[in-house]
């Protein structure tokens, strides 16, 4: 809808100035002699007044012609063109409301205007249509400006979501709490391992936040963090949990995105070897082979648990990212058998560019 | 005045450190003597029936069963202390029906309370019914089915069950061949289950149209359905309207 149309204080201003607009007329039209001031008003009020909504079609055509992709012969070839129009029909106007005189006025029109009369009423027809024109070009302008500042206010706070909702999903707060009441247990009677403990902890999230931010990470970074996690969950579970890392050194300096390995790790316990009596070691291999990436863990399950429903979520989760990242070159496969669960990514092994 | 005897306490948790941090915080009290510790929920519905401990330290996410789950198949209501590090919709419900909770990782001070509370409660026997509307309110659908079987506990699959029927004060639930006994009205389960998977077809009979494969008719204005396994089961001229619209 139209700016001024949708805003009645707006709607009313813009009709008081185009009844200015038609005093004004008034006042050349008694000044020129061309008639009464009581002829020229009843004349002159009444057109200004029905023109003032006719002139709101100039917003279309400054709309449709956005200032960005503007060049001046076209914008003067078609405010020039639209003007020209507007005073040809502002004329036919003038002269049927003149006429128009007659029946209301002793048989004679509002006007008596001679030719000049009219060119210079034609005159004002045009340049007050230009100058409608020119004042919407202006409002169209401010309009922008306005809907790229909220446009751009709506992105920040898209991406600040965004930015939460990973570092939400990333911090687990089940993890943290239980890791918390590990620390707080072990203070009573070990507080050497209850500070390795926090400082494992305190490595995880900081590590977790600094890495977040990046696109990709290089695998030994990726690993590092992982050592942290390891190192909290060994001591909450003990020695039920044991892990066999076989990072291949050519491997390390791969680039692959963040969290994308620390999560396996996660399910593996949450799902695995929590669930087994016992427990087990998970077992993770990382190396490079033609120019491939492989990744493969491998956890303990228990035999007679029905496979848990969020499993498979964290898996298409970080399916779906490989697939933002890489598209068809990056693969995620998992299979269970009775006693196990594997999975393997596969990447293409890129490396860092050192310049 | 007689020595009043100590109350028995068992430790649910599957963390070695958080079943120490309770052991080493019941240590000032001479008057609870804990009679075993658990690290799962299958062991723990095994010993709260072996044991009946006067008191219950009781984590919510644990592996194989969860503390809630332990509540439902012991039939325990009263002695209960839950303890969790983060579950929303368990805290939720704990603060609606007023059931004490220690969140991890919780205090002397927090735990001494919770203590005393439960001291007070156990004096007279109460049951205490806000732990059976918290059983009873499960906000998602049921996924499993629990039966306890003497000292064994059957997890079921929700897709592997074909038909409930009532029998008497049990359900008998129909699954891979086999029939599990329940004690449990057909209604209550009828309302655990999901709408769309599992229709009452008639006032005893339940059935997950995953496994219906025919409708019969057997006689005028008669119906029965044939499920995947063969069992034919009646349906009541209600559930007949209800199958129709369905399928």
Redesign the interface.
């Known amino acids: 809808m139209h700016p001024i149309l949708a805003d009645a204080r707006k709607l009313l201003w813009y009709v008081l100035a185009w009844l200015l607009a038609g005093i004004g007329i008034a006042a050349l039209l008694r000044l020129t002699e061309q008639a009464e001031w009581s002829g020229a008003l009843w004349f002159a009020l009444p057109i200004c007044l029905v023109w003032s909504f006719v002139a709101l079609s100039s917003y279309y055509v400054c709309r449709s012609l956005p200032y960005s992709q503007r060049r001046w012969p076209v914008a003067l070839g078609l405010f020039g063109g639209a003007s020209l129009l507007s005073a040809l029909a502002w004329l036919g106007l003038g002269e049927a409301w003149d006429s128009m005189g007659r029946l209301v006025s002793h048989d004679k029109p509002f006007v008596a205007m001679t030719s000049p009369g009219w060119v210079m009423y034609f005159a004002a027809g045009f340049v007050l249509y230009l100058l409608s024109l020119l004042a919407h070009d202006v409002l169209v302008a401010f309009e922008s400006v306005q809907a790229a500042a909220r446009r751009e206010a709506e992105s920040r706070v898209l991406a600040r979501d965004a930015e939460l909702q990973m570092l939400r999903t990333q911090i687990n ?2 993890f ?3 890791s ?7 203070t ?2 070990d507080p050497a391992a209850a500070r390795e403990m926090t400082i494992d902890l305190a490595q995880f999230f900081r590590r977790t936040l600094a890495l977040a931010e990046r696109e990709r990470i290089t695998l030994g970074e990726e690993v590092v963090l992982c050592e942290h996690f390891l190192a909290i969950e060994k ?4 020695a039920k949990l044991k892990t066999a890392l076989r990072i291949a050194a050519d491997a390390t300096d791969c680039l692959l995105p963040p969290m994308t390995l620390q999560p396996l790790l996660e399910n593996a316990i949450k799902h695995g070897i ?2 087994v ?1 016992g427990g087990g070691t998970i077992a993770v291999d990382a190396l490079v082979r033609d120019g491939w990436l492989h990744i493969a863990v491998v956890n303990p399950v ?1 035999a ?3 496979p848990a ?1 969020g499993h498979g979520v964290g898996l298409k989760n970080i399916r779906e990212r490989l697939a933002v990242l890489y598209g068809a070159r990056a693969r995620i496969a998992w299979q269970r058998s009775e006693t196990q669960f594997a999975i393997e990514i596969n990447l293409p092994a890129d490396k860092e560019v050192i310049e | 005045m007689s020595a009043i005897p100590p109350l028995r306490a068992l430790i649910v948790d599957d963390e070695e450190l958080a079943r120490h941090l309770i052991r080493e915080y019941l240590q000032g009290h001479a008057d609870i003597e804990i009679v075993g510790e658990c690290e799962n929920g299958l062991d723990a519905v095994r010993q709260i029936g072996a044991l009946a401990p006067d008191l219950v330290f009781l984590d919510i996410q644990m592996p194989r069963l969860t503390g809630l789950e332990v509540l439902e198949l012991t039939g325990r209501r009263a002695g209960v202390i839950f303890t969790t590090a983060y579950d929303e919709h368990a805290i939720k419900a704990f603060e609606l029906h007023a059931v004490d909770y220690l969140l991890k990782p919780f205090s002397k001070a927090r735990f001494d309370d919770a203590l005393a509370r439960a001291r007070a409660l156990h004096a007279p026997a109460s049951p205490a019914p806000a732990l059976d509307a918290l059983i009873a309110r499960k906000t998602a659908p049921l996924e499993r089915i629990l039966i306890r079987d003497r000292e064994q506990v059957h997890v079921i699959a929700i897709d592997q069950v074909e038909c409930i029927e009532a029998q008497g004060d049990y359900l008998a639930i129909h699954a891979d061949g086999k029939c599990h006994l329940k004690p449990q009205r057909i209604s209550e389960i009828e309302e655990q289950l999901d709408g769309t998977r599992f229709l009452r077809v008639h006032r005893s009979f339940i059935i997950s149209l995953a496994h219906l494969q025919a409708i019969e008719r057997p006689g005028p204005d008669r119906h029965a359905a044939r499920l995947r396994s063969g069992k034919r089961v009646p349906i009541s001229r209600s559930g007949y309207e209800k199958l129709r619209t369905l399928v």
Request: aromatic letters at 12%.
């Open positions: 707060p089940h943290l709490f239980n918390l009441n590990s620390i707080s247990a072990l009573g009677f001591r909450r579970f003990g929590r669930q009596d228990a007679d648990e029905a429903g």
